[in-house]
C-alpha cells in the first residue's frame, strides 16, 4: 500500500492537470505552469524521466512504510 499510494497520487496529478487544460475557460498558462512545475521535479528524481522520478518516489515511500509496519510489528508484540 505504501508503494502503490504515491504512484496512483502522482498519476492522478500528472492526468488531471492534463485533462483540466482541454476545458475551454481554463487558463492555458496556469496549467502548463502547474504540469511543467510537476513534471520537473519528478525530473529531478527520475533523471529527466517523470515516470522514473514517480517510481523512485514510489520506493522510497514502500521503504519507510516497510520500516514504520517492522517498528509496529516489534513494539506491540513486546507489550503483550
Known amino acids: 500500500m505504501s508503494f502503490l499510494a504515491p504512484m496512483v497520487v502522482c498519476g492522478l496529478l500528472l492526468t488531471l492537470c492534463a ?3 482541454i476545458f475551454p475557460g481554463v487558463p492555458g498558462v496556469t496549467v ?3 504540469t511543467d512545475a510537476f513534471g520537473n521535479v519528478l525530473k529531478v528524481f527520475g533523471n529527466g524521466r517523470i ?3 514517480v517510481l523512485v518516489i514510489a520506493i522510497a ?3 519507510v512504510g516497510g520500516m514504520f509496519e517492522t517498528f509496529n510489528f516489534y513494539y506491540y ?3 503483550n
Open 19 to 21: 485533462a483540466v487544460g
Open 51 to 53: 515516470w522514473e522520478g
Open 77 to 79: 508484540q513486546n507489550m
Open 61 to 63: 515511500c514502500g521503504f
Open 32 to 34: 502548463e505552469l502547474l
